[in-house]
């Protein structure tokens, strides 16, 4: 379980990667759920939006998803998957996105 100011992460989700009000709120109420491996990035990445190395699995870094998900909020959901399966971590550095026909479009981040 994750622990973040819900509110710090909301405003940076809506000013900063153009979230509309009702998603921005969603996503700050349920990254909570994910595996606390995660704490340290998403620490960090609140803090100045770096994105760390750790945690990795297969190889694989949450620089790595963001580059071909979109977000970082992306990176930490797959993360958590892969925690949790590394078997899924495999098929996405064999083939990239193997969960969906499309990846998805996500806003692009603000300047």
Known sequence: MLKYDKGKLKRI?????GFDELNAADTSETLINLNSELQEALDQWLK???????????GITLKDIEDKMGSFINALTFMNGF????????????????????????????K
């Open 83 to 110: 925690l949790k399966d590394p078997e899924d971590a495999k098929t996405f550095k064999e083939i990239g996105f193997p969960f969906m026909e499309q990846p998805p479009r996500f806003p692009e981040r603000r």
């Open 13 to 17: 989700l809506i000013e900063e990667h």
């Open 48 to 58: 100045d939006r770096t994105v760390i190395d750790h945690p990795t699995v297969e």
